[in-house]
């Protein structure tokens, strides 16, 4: 059973920084592809930023491009998300979550299988 928990969420005033972390167990860490998700009241779930599983490849979506970093360890089986310039906008649940197979694509919405409960980011203007 794949266990991921994320912390470092929390309130923040708009223009702030925070930086999630997300921990991993229960299988190998380093060759699966890792992301990040987050979902607002009233939206849909949204795949804010993935991870190839040697960091070769990295993707995010258009909206936080430019503000938002994500990285990993695998020494520590633990991927980052350093966000940066916050906005109201990105007040949201923020979850990570790890591919079913090993070596893919970050990018590939399909391929996420397991997740971790969640962090709130509440952003304020």
């Known amino acids: 059973q794949v266990q991921l928990v994320e912390s470092g969420g929390g309130l923040v005033q708009a223009g702030g920084s925070l930086r999630l972390s997300c921990a991993a167990s229960?299988?190998?860490?380093?060759?699966?592809?890792m992301g990040w998700f987050r979902q607002a009241p009233g939206k849909e779930r949204e795949l804010v930023a993935g991870i190839s599983w040697n960091a070769g490849i990295t993707y995010y979506t258009n909206s936080v491009k430019g503000r938002f970093t994500i990285s990993r360890d695998n020494a520590k089986n633990t991927v980052y998300l350093q966000m940066n310039s916050l906005k109201p906008e990105d007040t949201a649940v923020y979850t990570c979550a790890q591919h079913k197979a090993m070596f893919s694509d970050p990018a590939r919405l399909y391929d996420y299988a397991y997740w971790g409960q969640g962090t709130q980011v509440t952003v304020s203007s």
């Open positions: 229960g299988r190998t860490f380093s060759t699966y592809a």
